[in-house]
């Protein structure tokens, strides 16, 4: 049994006053005008689904939304830990609102999200950047109301991170900026403490929602009029583990694939060691689930895996696209894969370009190793130069734009269904299920329908074609 806890009604009544005293507060301070929200996303698809809670709570406490922080009156940014890289461009992008605050004292300036809920960054925050008023961590998103309320009454600068592990806030409000694109988180945490990630720390333990509300959720979004719905969680496969209801991912998707309308269904992540048959199974019976699979792989040499603690070996993972090649045979992976992970040698790093070569990924995203405080990878020790690294680095990406190159030229002369997804300038944009992009001459008022697409030519990451039908 899990030990997940879901928050109270009288919790989320509590909230909704705080909200409603926001509002009263800002509208009594500026009778003229709207207070106007910048909510700044870096990160994954779990930190755009919980912005998108965000700013549906300052919707309910009366807040507009700007794209510029000179005409915000609050400015909050939801924040990544995964690498150094995302973590450093947030304080740089946060010091340099130093000097608006200044000429604006009534500005609020918050952080929230991963980044923060690490103490050493919190105590950062607190020492080095005064003019930041809110932080809060990933267990209290849901507090926001209480929390910004606390803020402008003048109670002083507000830091909450409570380890609040195995919390689920249902019923939030949601401002989805997507149109026909939605996230669908189905699952929050992450158990599996691979030796590099920092998520198990920030994200806490896997808890998985429940199957009802993630099927009405879904079924809302279809009459709204989504058409690409991506179920999101840390690793996917292991949804509902150890929940009394006892409803497996796979089962789940089959609910979610039995709603009436046209739309697709994505998922992301899916981690190898909890990929089954039955997964490809399912995948191959559902006629709504995309034949797009981001499986990460990691690393191509099972020495190197065993020290992230992956849970699979290389042979397996080469095992388990074997199995789902067979079982769904149009079924196109993606992949993540990390280079420079301490102790790599160029022996492993040749068998993760083999690895990539033999399975002829779509496309990779691909990762120099970055050290996190706190995982056990950060002090393993890492002789190779970060030259070297650098260098491996750009080889997998050369070997896999040939690849990616080679994979969308053999598609030229296929007619497919994809989705039109924008319009600029008189080119449309439709993608495919297994997330590749054409460019086709058309206008926006196909924006958002499906359509019958032939391919007529290739570049390593984009197709080109010609609209054959639109449909209704
Ligand atoms: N849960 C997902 C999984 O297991 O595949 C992915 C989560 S993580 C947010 C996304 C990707 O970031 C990982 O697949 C990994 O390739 C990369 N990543 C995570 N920690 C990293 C680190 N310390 N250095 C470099 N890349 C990292
Ligand atoms: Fe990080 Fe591994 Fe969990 Fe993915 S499965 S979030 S890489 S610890």
């Known amino acids: ?125 607190r020492k080095s950047y005064p003019f930041v008023d809110l932080v809060f961590g990933t267990h209290v998103l849901h507090r926001l109301p209480e929390l910004l309320e606390r803020v402008v009454r003048g109670n002083g600068r507000v830091f909450e991170r409570p380890v609040e592990d195995g919390v689920i806030a249902e019923g939030l409000p949601v401002r989805r900026d997507g149109g026909f694109k939605a996230f669908l988180p189905i699952m929050y945490g992450c158990n599996n403490f691979c030796t590099y990630c920092v998520v198990p720390y920030v994200r806490g333990r896997e808890r998985s929602r429940d199957p009802g509300l993630i099927v009405e959720e879904a ?77 990460p792989f990691q690393s191509g040499s099972s020495r190197v895996l065993r020290r992230m603690n992956r849970g699979y070996t290389r042979e397996q993972y080469l095992g388990l696209i074997e199995t789902a090649r067979r079982l769904v045979p149009d079924i196109a992976f993606t992949s993540d894969v990390i280079v420079g992970f301490p102790g790599e040698t160029r022996g492993d790093f040749e068998q993760t370009l083999d690895l990539i070569r033999q399975v002829e990924f779509v496309s990779l995203y691909t990762f120099l190793f970055s050290p996190r405080r706190g995982t056990p990878a950060a002090t393993m020790e890492d002789p190779v130069p970060a030259q070297e690294k650098a260098a491996w680095f750009q080889e997998m990406t050369a070997l896999q734009e040939t690849i990616a190159a080679q994979r969308l030229a053999g598609m030229v002369g296929q007619r497919r269904r994809a989705l039109i997804e924008s319009e600029d300038d008189g080119y449309l944009e439709a993608r495919l299920p297994e997330n590749i992009v054409i460019r086709t001459q058309g206008d926006a008022s196909a924006v958002g329908h499906y359509a019958t697409v032939e391919i007529t030519g290739a570049r390593s990451w984009i197709l080109s074609g010609r609209l054959v039908t639109i449909e209704a």
């Open 1 to 125: 049994m899990s030990n997940i806890r879901t928050i109270t009604i009288e919790e989320r009544e509590r909230q909704q006053d705080c909200s409603r005293r926001v509002r009263d507060w800002y509208a009594a301070r500026f009778p003229d005008s709207v207070p106007l929200a910048c909510v700044r996303t870096y990160g994954c698809q779990q930190n755009v689904a919980d912005s998108e809670r965000l700013k549906g709570m300052l919707a309910g406490m009366g807040f507009g939304f700007t794209e510029k922080a000179e005409a915000a009156d609050l400015i909050l940014f939801n924040t990544c830990a995964v690498r150094e890289h995302a973590e450093d461009r947030v304080f740089g992008n946060v010091g340099a609102l130093k000097n608006l605050k200044r000429r604006r004292p009534s500005l609020v300036v918050g952080l929230c999200g991963c980044m923060v809920q690490q103490e050493h960054v919190t105590e950062k925050l």
């Open 219 to 295: 079924r809302g979004l279809i009459a709204e009029g989504v058409r690409d719905i991506t179920l999101l969680g840390q690793n996917v496969n292991s949804y509902g583990r150890g929940e009394a209801h006892g409803v497996d991912f796979p089962t789940l998707l089959r609910r979610i694939n039995a709603l009436e309308g046209d739309f697709l269904i994505r998922f992301m992540t899916s981690h190898p060691k909890d990929a089954t048959p039955a997964l490809f199974e399912t995948i191959a019976e559902c006629e709504k689930v995309s034949r797009h699979f981001h499986l």
